[in-house]
């Protein structure tokens, strides 16, 4: 863990990255491990010269899935920081986690630096503490993901794991961010034949013949996820059901809101929309007006969630 290995570390010692010759620990204070998955671990942190939260993720060289190369470093890097810091080049987006500084740290791998915004729980949690969202929060949530992708995008990064988890919410604005980058690589038009993301949101034609486009692949990880988002958990478990590609909902949805996820979730994937497509649809053109059975649920279930205008 690193709290304990820093203990170890003698600020005497150097550490790579864009500040070659600065020493991590003379800028940021690490504090308790926050979450840890396949590719490193997060812990909270503060910047030492203005006292500014962040988040420090640490991932261990042997973990490293794909390398990259930067401009001026000798080395490579983990295609992680390549990608943040391409986004970051282009003046970043809103809905996109900054990346703020990174270093490689003998013993420790490499340490990425990034915002963390106050007050945020990850999507996954968010949805089980309060269940299924209304419609009206769950257009809010989801608008901001699709645009944040066609930023991604555009500067040419896929993602290639959308899901509740890589999704944080400020609860008191409903503002999101895509974070987690570990999976994600260069945009292409050709085939990928390697996925290092999560299975229950990968589509047919990964399960059935290991291979997928960029576009198709983040469409049907968002049906699954706007599925997540309204009926309170994701509609497939089993590969066998991926490939069926029909979702069985279990709670009450407008036939608008049916209507895109089972587009999204379109077995071929030239079926399924683009993101401009998505942000057109007409569910997303709802323009927030709260339906009446909505605020009943929520009152019912005690919801402390902000109204904010869409």
């Known amino acids: 863990m690193l709290d304990i290995k820093v203990v170890e570390l003698h600020k005497e010692d150097e550490v790579g990255g864009k500040n070659g010759k600065e020493l991590f620990f003379s800028r940021y204070a690490c504090g308790p ?7 490193g671990s997060v812990f909270s942190g503060q910047r030492v010269s203005d006292g500014q939260q962040v988040a420090i993720k640490q991932v261990p060289s042997d973990r490293v ?10 080395r490579p890097v983990p295609m992680e920081i390549a990608l943040l810091q391409q986004l970051s080049d282009v003046g970043g987006h809103g809905g996109v986690i900054r990346l703020l500084d990174w270093f490689e740290v003998e013993g420790l791998g490499f340490l990425l630096v990034l915002e963390r915004p106050p007050q945020c729980q990850d999507l996954f949690d968010f949805i089980t503490e309060r269940g299924a969202l209304p419609e009206r929060f769950a257009l809010r949530v989801f608008r901001q993901i699709v645009e944040a992708l066609c930023f991604i995008h555009a500067h040419g990064v896929v993602h ?7 999704i944080v919410v400020d609860t008191r604005t409903l503002e999101v961010k895509v974070i987690d980058f570990g999976s994600g690589a260069s945009l292409k038009e050709t085939a990928y034949s390697e ?13 059935e013949s290991r291979s997928y486009t960029a576009v198709p692949l983040t469409v049907w990880s968002l049906g699954v996820l706007l599925f997540d988002m309204v009926c309170g958990d994701i509609p497939f478990e089993r590969d066998q059901d991926i490939v069926k590609a029909t979702p069985t909902f279990t709670r009450r949805v407008s036939n608008e809101c049916r209507s895109l996820i089972g587009w999204c979730l379109s077995y071929q994937p030239e079926d399924r929309p683009s993101l401009e497509e998505i942000l057109s649809h007409p569910w997303m053109q709802r323009g927030g007006e709260e339906e009446e059975e ?14 904010p205008s869409l």
């Open 33 to 39: 491990l926050l979450g840890s998955g396949g590719f």
């Open 65 to 74: 899935q794909q390398w990259a190369r930067l401009p001026g470093e000798l």
């Open 160 to 166: 290639r794991d959308i899901k509740d988890e890589n």
């Open 195 to 207: 996925f290092e993301g999560t299975r229950v949101y990968s589509p047919p034609e990964w399960i």
């Open 294 to 307: 909505e605020e009943e649920e929520e009152e019912e279930a005690g919801r402390t969630l902000p109204s």
